[in-house]
């Protein structure tokens, strides 16, 4: 479980960004490929202590293995009777 606030705020990105990226059409290894130049940038640029890139790390890649995350939610159908 994520702590630090500027961790959880690269998660919250990061997620709504794979989620947008798989509505766009994007698969698995696409999203895979994000996640690992994403924390590449993390860790060049120091942002946050290695020990919570990678605890970032964890998390994000059991967001992309959920396969609930990326189901589309089913519209209810309409009823004929009021």
Do not use: C
């Amino acid at each position: 479980m994520l702590q630090d606030t500027q961790t959880i705020r690269h998660y919250q990105k990061l997620t709504d960004a794979l989620v947008e990226m798989w509505n766009k059409g994007y698969r698995f290894g696409d999203l895979r490929l994000y996640l690992d130049g994403y924390l590449a940038a993390l860790r060049h640029t120091n942002a946050i202590e290695p020990y919570l890139i990678h605890r970032l790390e964890e998390e994000a890649a059991r967001y992309i293995y959920d396969p609930s995350n990326f189901e589309m939610p089913m519209p209810q159908p309409k009823s004929d009777y009021y």
